[in-house]
């Protein structure tokens, strides 16, 4: 009966192609890169509101939004002859009068946000083009409010440049590598307050005021690195561990009219963060942020540019920490009278309304749910536009709201992740939307909500789902026995079977106000995921307490104690899933990068009993470690929090391993150092426990180039196919179907080779 079946299916199958499913490759995943989703680049949205350009083909290509018709060529780079120039165009920004165009070309990155380029000056009037500098690549190039200055960072020092008369002004001389930096950032701000630039320029061009970092007390890190010569090149930089030295960080203004610098008065505190500076409307006034150490009392001081002197217009204290989400979010309004703040302080993260007083004016936004990302103020209509997971913590909506907290309005509720950018006038804004088991589309709007046009529909993906057979992600959720609820997604083989247990394997990242769990394309893990699940596994990812979108308390209830919770909530929820009667409890595997690299280390050696092999990438392995910022926001110091650093370190349960660990890493991973690996290893050593380690030689945090995600991703599979797949467990009759058994021979594959690889990383500004 079996082979007549057989028959069948193949005769099928042969006569009926059109029902024939393909199976996923690795290669087409990594190298091939066959089912990457289109994306649309940000908008250089131009002051009318209604055009935009893009940089295509080495040329600033402007387009009508509303059709998507080309308009005209504002700038050719093809055409320019200018023996400084090298004739490619790698980036470019405009004028606040449009009238000129700061060309980027010979980017280096430097680390996640800094660069340095070549910077030349275009002016469209005449189409002239000038070099900014003529020593060596410089950082941040940006004009003055008036088109005829440009300010930027070379060597540590700021400069600016008059563009009517070529005179350079050297703004600062003290700058040193490794030892003191001006109008830049020292890699601790940079990673972990998520920007680079460190000046602005006031609002009517007089002042530049500019951080000033004095790093002179902080200890070094060094990285190998491996370049086929005789000796390794060694890259040695500035990285303050928990507890140690930070830099000392002063703000400076420099006058332009006078030449003078004032120093902004920050107190006398020098052990602080200024996590931002802002100018407000009042001609010559500076918005300080000043943040303790422990990163949970915040004030926002006035300074004035001319004597320095400050003082608070508002402060705000936290019994955990000032979440991160809020310093981006301040709008000082045109009225010079009012500016916009967010806040955690009603228990969910709201936008609030204040005078120039410091005094509240109103809640503009309220309710339990969260504001998830503030679009910015349409000021001459009196509206709000944010972004909310109102509906559910899986979920994101866009709304609009009056400044009187009246008028709200869902302008994007359809299911699943919507976002927006919006034009220069709010007139339009083009919307992405996208879901767990849709790629995203992008969709031009007007003011009213009605659609313009389609821009990206993604439709060659939704294709590839249908000729690859993917299965349907499907949420869930249950409760701990804590009576904690929490929410996950399950994608199954695509010929799931009730009467069969397959293998589980968890995906987890579970740190502070993240989310895995939530309606949203997930991009090139998708399809590895839906490899996988072709391969017999059930594949779901869960979040623990600590994640986002669920207000502060479900949030911040990790505080002081990273990982004890989202460990125990990871091992409820592989409980749950192997009590499931087409799952095998025995065969639970969990993979993670970065924090989830951290996490999957703390499940298999915590949940021994539980999980029988674990993936952890770039792991942190021990809080004493990591950066003092981020981990002290979350644990304090060690010396404050010693058995929250012991209990939630993996390398001090070294000894508890009994399933198969594969511990990866890149060695020139400035952010989780390879030290982190190593030591884990040290540490499985002495414990004489055996495990799996792959390492990436110079590849940084995001371990890709030259193959590796392909190379990486190989083993990974491999290593589960080896520690979790098994044969097929039927648990009720005997189906008389033909398929291949879980621990069949894999159909070989082609030979590796080297795909043109994108430089995108899987995990967007994931954290340790």
């Keep these: 009966?079996?082979?007549?079946?057989?028959?069948?299916?193949?005769?099928?199958?042969?006569?009926?192609?059109?029902?024939?499913?393909?199976?996923?490759?690795?290669?087409?995943?990594?190298?091939?890169?066959?089912?990457?989703?289109?994306?649309?680049?940000?908008f250089n949205f131009l002051n009318d509101g209604k055009h935009y350009t893009r940089l295509e083909r080495n040329k600033v290509q402007q387009y009508d939004l509303t059709n998507g018709k080309f308009v005209a060529t504002i700038l050719d780079a093809n055409s320019i002859k200018e023996e400084s120039f090298t004739g490619t165009m790698e980036g470019y920004s405009y004028s606040a009068d449009e009238s000129k165009i700061l060309i980027h070309s010979q980017t280096e990155p430097i680390y996640r946000h800094s660069s340095r380029s070549n910077y030349h000056i275009y002016d469209r009037s005449n189409q002239s083009i000038m070099l900014l500098h003529p020593e060596g690549k410089q950082m941040y190039a940006t004009f003055d409010p008036s088109a005829k200055k440009v300010a930027y960072v070379y060597q540590n020092n700021l400069f600016y440049k008059d563009l009517g008369s070529g005179e350079i002004t050297q703004v600062t001389s003290d700058g040193?590598?490794?030892?003191?930096?001006?109008?830049?950032?020292?890699?601790?701000?940079?990673?972990?307050?998520?920007?680079?630039?460190?000046f602005q320029w006031s609002p009517t061009g007089r002042y530049l005021a500019f951080y000033h970092f004095d790093e002179s007390e902080v200890k070094e890190f060094t990285m190998t690195h491996y370049h086929n010569g005789l000796y390794p090149d060694y890259e040695t930089f500035k990285y303050p561990k928990v507890g140690e030295n930070n830099s000392i960080v002063n703000i400076?203004?420099?006058?332009?009219?006078?030449?003078?610098?004032?120093?902004?008065?920050?107190?006398?505190?020098?052990?602080?963060?200024?996590?931002?500076?802002?100018?407000?409307?009042?001609?010559?006034?500076?918005?300080?942020?000043?943040?303790?150490?422990?990163?949970?009392?915040?004030?926002?001081?006035?300074?004035?540019?001319?004597?320095?002197?400050?003082?608070?217009?508002?402060?705000?204290?936290n019994d955990f920490y000032i979440a991160d989400m809020v310093l981006d979010n301040?709008?000082?309004?045109?009225?010079?009278?009012?500016?916009?703040?967010?806040?955690?302080?009603?228990?969910?993260?709201?936008?609030?309304?204040?005078?120039?007083?410091?005094?509240?004016?109103?809640?503009?936004?309220?309710?339990?749910?969260?504001?998830?990302?503030?679009?910015?103020?349409?000021?001459?209509?009196?509206?709000?536009?944010y972004q909310a997971a109102e509906r559910s913590a899986l979920e994101r909506q866009l709304f609009s709201i009056g400044l009187d907290g009246k008028n709200k309005k869902g302008i994007a509720v359809d299911k699943g992740v919507n976002s927006a950018?919006?034009?220069?006038?709010?007139?339009?804004?083009?919307?992405?939307?996208?879901?767990?088991?849709?790629?995203?589309?992008?969709?031009?709007?007007?003011?009213?909500?009605?659609?313009?046009?389609?821009i990206e529909d993604n439709v060659r993906?939704?294709?590839?789902?249908?000729?690859?057979?993917?299965?349907?992600?499907?949420?869930?959720?249950?409760?701990?026995?804590?009576?904690?609820?929490?929410?996950?997604?399950?994608?199954?083989?695509?010929?799931?079977?009730?009467?069969?247990?397959?293998?589980?394997?968890?995906?987890?990242?579970?740190?502070?106000?993240?989310?895995?769990?939530?309606?949203?394309?997930?991009?090139?893990?998708?399809w590895w995921f839906q490899h996988l699940a072709q391969q017999g596994y059930i594949v779901a990812s869960v979040d623990n307490r600590g994640t986002g979108g669920r207000g502060e308390a479900f949030k911040k209830s990790t505080y002081l104690n990273l990982g004890k919770y989202e460990t125990t909530?990871?091992?409820?929820?592989?409980?749950?899933?192997?009590?499931?009667?087409?799952?095998?409890?025995?065969?639970?595997?969990?993979?993670?990068?970065?924090?989830?690299?951290?996490?999957?280390?703390?499940?298999?050696?915590?949940?021994?009993?539980?999980?029988?092999?674990?993936?952890?990438?770039a792991p942190v392995t021990n809080w004493r470690w990591y950066d003092t910022i981020y981990t002290e926001r979350f644990m304090r110091t060690e010396k404050e929090n010693p058995n929250g650093y012991w209990e939630n370190s993996?390398?001090?349960?070294?000894?508890?391993?009994?399933?198969?660990?594969?511990?990866?890493?890149?060695?020139?991973?400035?952010?989780?150092?390879?030290?982190?690996?190593?030591?884990?290893?040290?540490?499985?050593?002495?414990?004489?426990?055996?495990?799996?380690?792959?390492?990436?030689?110079?590849?940084?945090?995001?371990?890709?180039?030259?193959?590796a995600r392909l190379h990486l991703y190989t083993k990974m599979t491999q290593f589960l196919h080896s520690n979790l797949r098994g044969p097929v467990a039927d648990i009720g009759p005997e189906s008389e179907e033909v398929e291949r058994p879980i621990d069949a021979p894999i159909p070989k594959e082609k030979p590796l080779t080297e795909g043109k690889l994108k430089k995108k990383k899987v995990f967007k500004k994931k954290k340790a």
């Design 252 to 317: 400076h203004i420099y006058d332009l009219e006078t030449g003078k610098t004032v120093t902004a008065d920050i107190g006398e505190e020098i052990d602080q963060y200024i996590p931002r500076i802002k100018w407000t409307q009042t001609p010559g006034q500076l918005c300080v942020y000043r943040l303790n150490r422990h990163q949970n009392d915040i004030d926002l001081l006035l300074t004035d540019a001319q004597s320095g002197t400050s003082k608070v217009l508002l402060n705000e204290k």
């Design 330 to 385: 301040i709008r000082f309004l045109k009225d010079g009278k009012h500016f916009i703040w967010t806040s955690e302080q009603d228990g969910w993260h709201h936008i609030y309304l204040y005078d120039m007083g410091g005094k509240l004016v109103r809640q503009i936004t309220e309710g339990e749910w969260e504001v998830t990302d503030f679009y910015g103020v349409d000021e001459k209509n009196g509206t709000l536009f």
């Design 421 to 454: 950018q919006f034009s220069s006038t709010f007139d339009y804004y083009v919307l992405n939307n996208s879901s767990f088991n849709a790629p995203p589309t992008y969709t031009v709007f007007d003011r009213k909500g009605n659609q313009v046009r389609v």
């Design 650 to 707: 993996p390398i001090n349960f070294a000894d508890r391993l009994e399933g198969s660990y594969l511990l990866v890493h890149g060695n020139g991973d400035d952010n989780v150092h390879f030290q982190h690996t190593a030591e884990m290893a040290n540490a499985l050593i002495k414990a004489n426990k055996q495990y799996d380690t792959y390492f990436y030689p110079n590849r940084n945090h995001g371990i890709y180039g030259d193959n």
């Design 569 to 617: 909530d990871q091992i409820e929820a592989a409980k749950y899933l192997g009590s499931l009667p087409y799952t095998d409890a025995n065969r639970v595997g969990i993979f993670g990068w970065s924090y989830g690299g951290y996490m999957s280390s703390l499940c298999i050696l915590k949940g021994s009993d539980v999980f029988k092999a674990a993936i952890a990438v």
């Design 176 to 198: 040193e590598t490794n030892k003191i930096i001006n109008g830049a950032l020292d890699w601790v701000y940079e990673e972990e307050f998520s920007f680079a630039q460190g």
């Design 461 to 526: 993906v939704k294709q590839s789902q249908k000729q690859y057979n993917v299965s349907k992600g499907e949420f869930f959720s249950f409760k701990t026995s804590e009576d904690v609820e929490l929410n996950g997604w399950m994608i199954k083989p695509p010929n799931f079977k009730e009467n069969r247990q397959y293998p589980v394997f968890m995906y987890v990242y579970g740190g502070p106000g993240s989310q895995t769990a939530k309606d949203q394309w997930l991009g090139q893990n998708y």
């Design 1 to 42: 009966m079996k082979r007549l079946l057989l028959t069948f299916f193949v005769l099928s199958s042969v006569l009926n192609p059109g029902i024939a499913q393909k199976e996923i490759t690795l290669e087409d995943i990594w190298s091939y890169y066959s089912f990457y989703h289109n994306s649309v680049p940000g």
